[in-house]
């Protein structure tokens, strides 16, 4: 059975410009999160979507945003790049409407923003 | 008062030893705690979950859950250096409803000496 799968894996960006960020689930599974990871703040929630629908969204300014496709999918954007968006940047799939049993996670993107 | 209190350590245990790793939570109408490890560069796995009260092992892994005192911990018995990784703590704050997310501790880092 395959992990999830995130793409791509490393990324360079500058100031200003605009990311979109990749994952697939693990087959089966409906609900993705996406968190981002930094060595100050650690891991901090940024949105869950399930069946296309985001169904619970954390701190984060407008900037960010996501979506979900009819195969569960996911893609992650953020506009207006900044320096301090400079992250290891993880999707989560999970199983079940209830995400009973936590999260499996993809091996992240890691995005620097020069 | 944050969500998920973590010592950041770093602990550091001999090999052989039993390593205990703490951690308190805010929300008491949790029902879903997790332990994810982390090793340097790869992204969180998950090893243990925790619904009742009480103890949950699994090979050398116990997890032990007080809701009274909103406190979980897990303990590692006959540390390798394989052990040695940042351990999260997690729970899934909002109950089991459909608006629910994980909220991860700023992990302890864990150091098993040989």
């Known amino acids: 059975k395959a992990g999830v799968t995130q793409t791509p894996r490393y990324l360079i960006k500058t100031r200003g410009q605009q990311v979109t960020l990749s994952c697939s689930p693990i087959?089966?599974?409906?609900?993705v999160s996406w968190y981002q990871q930094t060595p100050g703040q650690g891991l901090q929630f940024l949105f869950e979507y399930f069946s296309e629908t985001q169904r619970n969204k954390g701190n984060f300014p407008g900037r960010f945003s996501g979506r979900q496709f009819s195969n569960s999918r996911s893609e992650m954007n953020v506009s207006t790049l900044e320096l301090g968006d400079s992250a290891l940047y993880l999707c989560a799939s999970s199983s079940g409407y209830e995400t009973a049993y936590g999260y499996t996670f993809g091996s992240g993107t890691r995005l620097t923003v020069v | 008062q944050k969500e998920v209190e973590q010592n950041s350590g770093p602990l550091s245990v001999p090999e052989g030893a039993i390593a205990s790793l703490n951690c308190t939570y805010s929300?008491?109408?949790?029902?879903?705690f997790f332990w994810y490890r982390q090793y340097s560069g790869k992204s969180p796995e998950l090893i243990m979950f925790?619904?009742?009260?009480g103890d949950k092992e699994d090979g050398r892994f116990t997890a032990q859950l007080n809701k009274a005192s909103q406190y979980v911990s897990l303990l590692i018995r006959d540390s390798q250096p394989s052990d040695s990784a940042t351990y999260l703590c997690a729970f899934r704050l909002g109950g089991y409803s459909s608006a629910s997310k994980i909220i991860f501790g700023s992990g302890t880092r864990l150091s098993i000496r040989p």
């Open positions: 925790i619904y009742s009260n």
């Open positions: 929300d008491r109408g949790s029902q879903s």
């Open positions: 087959s089966g599974h409906r609900s």
